[in-house]
């Protein structure tokens, strides 16, 4: 077997165990790589009222669909609120954090066993707009409407000229 794909299996492997809620990354050539930094930016205020909007958003979408609707889920609204307050500090739409973390990093950062999460952002408009770019565009409806996500969350924050960021996390608890 050549070296490359020894190696590749091995890596392959040690993303896999990865899955596993605090795993760290053995990695083939003996070296322990610890996962992104899973620090959160500071919360910032939220509007329960723009959370509950953008799930009912997220439903409405999805039983237009005939998806199963999510459940609510506070570990995950966490995840949201806490990127949708960083992407407003930085004035930028990007699904990873400034510290360079990801959704998975961010759900297991506040206790979410991360066995299958995605996320979804946006700024500007309102909830509904939102939702409905997202269904707009190939990738990230299939992330909305698919059927392994159970739970969803929702955060908000204003940034800088009053402009609205949005973060989604759809989840599934590994239940």
């Known amino acids: 077997m050549s070296t490359f794909r020894i190696l590749s299996t091995a890596a392959a492997l040690a993303a896999l165990a990865a899955c596993q809620q605090g795993a760290e990354l053995e990695m083939p050539w003996g070296r322990t790589a610890a996962p992104a930094e899973q620090s959160l930016a500071a919360q910032c205020a939220s509007d329960p009222t723009i959370s509950a ?3 009912s ?7 237009a669909e ?4 999510l459940d609510s889920a506070p570990l995950l609204a966490q995840a949201a609120q806490s990127h ?14 400034s510290n360079g ?3 998975v990093d961010r ?3 506040v206790g979410y066993p991360a066995c299958g999460v995605v996320q979804l952002v946006s700024r500007g ?6 939702v409905s770019g997202w269904l ?5 409806r299939t992330e909305l409407l698919g059927q392994t996500s159970r739970q969803v969350g929702s955060g908000s924050a204003q940034g800088a000229g009053g402009m609205t960021y949005y973060s989604v996390v759809l989840g599934d608890n590994c239940a």
């Open 125 to 130: 408009g309102g909830p509904a707009q939102a």
């Open 53 to 55: 909007q953008l799930d």
């Open 66 to 69: 005939g998806k199963t609707l």
């Open 136 to 140: 707009g565009t190939e990738a990230q």
């Open 107 to 109: 759900a297991r950062a």
């Open 57 to 63: 958003a997220v439903n409405a979408a999805r039983q």
């Open 84 to 97: 949708a307050c960083d992407m407003a500090q930085r004035g930028r739409l990007d699904v990873e954090g």
């Open 101 to 103: 973390s990801s959704v």
